[in-house]
């Protein structure tokens, strides 16, 4: 964001104002919801939660309080912590190929729940496409998505190597806290040896067993991070499984599309007993 005065010393400076109002125009952009939130506010405690400066003694923002990325942060955990909408300004800037005006068609300026943008008139890879990051499922569960998709993939690719199924399953145990780093490491690297064999013993440049056992080894992973990786990867292997097939492509979507909702209803009905314990 531009801050034309660094460092003014009159407390009624009309560019420093604008510089300001500018601040919290983008910040009701990213957050979806105009008018509803004291954002300037809220940034302002943000800051200085984080350890920084919002404001200088003669009350214009500091480099903190214009900088880009920290209002990103922000943006991304308000969204996090308050029913998350997803809106034309975050599809933008997570580079959605859709033109502005599909975008604007599709998307109310408010934004869109997650659960409403499952339920979206658009392709159901596009849909997946949206909700499988980590700002709106939780890395725990994109990592256990990605554990039932490479076991799907495998079963229907025919694909049972011993190393691919034991990663899945490590996965799964670190996923919820019963495995270590170190054993998930270990199984993901057995099971990357599994996948270089069934690249190696294709019979053609596209293998459906190959793919699987990428999601298996993907979805074991060490980093956190990487679990959105992960089910991308695992979302890939399951269309892999019924490719040639566009009836069997299609009911892989909506098997996962399916999946997806029960995970994000989970979440909802979770934030939901929150609240009405606090």
């Known amino acids: 964001m531009k801050q034309t005065h660094k460092n003014c010393q009159d407390p009624k400076c ?37 350890g920084l400066s919002p404001e200088t003694e003669h009350g214009w923002g500091t480099a903190a309080f214009f900088d880009n990325d920290n209002i990103a942060k922000y943006a991304e955990e308000f969204l996090r912590t308050n029913s998350m909408k997803i809106t034309r300004e975050l599809l933008r800037r997570w580079c959605a190929c859709y033109i502005d005006e599909r975008i604007a068609a599709l998307v109310p300026e408010a934004g869109l729940t997650p659960l409403e943008v499952a339920n979206l008139d658009i392709p159901a890879k596009d849909r997946l496409w949206i909700l499988l990051r980590d700002d709106i499922v939780p890395a725990r569960e994109l990592r256990l998505l990605a554990c039932d998709w490479a076991e799907s993939a495998c079963r229907k690719s025919g694909w049972a190597d011993a190393r691919s ?36 013993t294709s019979k053609s440049a596209w293998s459906p067993r190959g793919a699987a056992a990428e999601a298996a080894a993907a979805a074991a992973d060490v980093r956190a991070m990487e679990a959105l990786s992960a089910s991308k990867t695992a979302e890939w292997a399951v269309q892999s ?26 979440i909802d009905e979770a934030a939901k007993a929150g609240k009405e314990a606090e």
């Not at 979806?32 to 943000?46: A, N, P, V």
């Not at 495995?179 to 990357?192: G, H, P, Q």
């Open 241 to 266: 499984a019924a490719w040639g097939s566009e009836d069997g492509e299609a009911a892989a979507r909506s098997e996962q599309i399916a999946d997806v909702v029960r995970v994000l209803k989970r």
């Open 14 to 50: 009309k560019v420093c104002l604008e510089d300001h109002l500018a601040v919290g125009t983008r910040l009701d952009e990213l957050c979806g919801d105009t008018g509803k939130h004291d954002h300037m506010g809220r940034f302002h405690s943000w800051l200085t939660k984080q």
């Open 165 to 200: 199924l034991e990663a899945i399953a490590v996965a799964r145990r670190f996923a919820v806290g019963e495995a270590s780093e170190a054993e998930l490491a270990a199984a993901r690297s057995a099971a990357w040896s599994a996948r270089s064999a069934a690249w190696s």
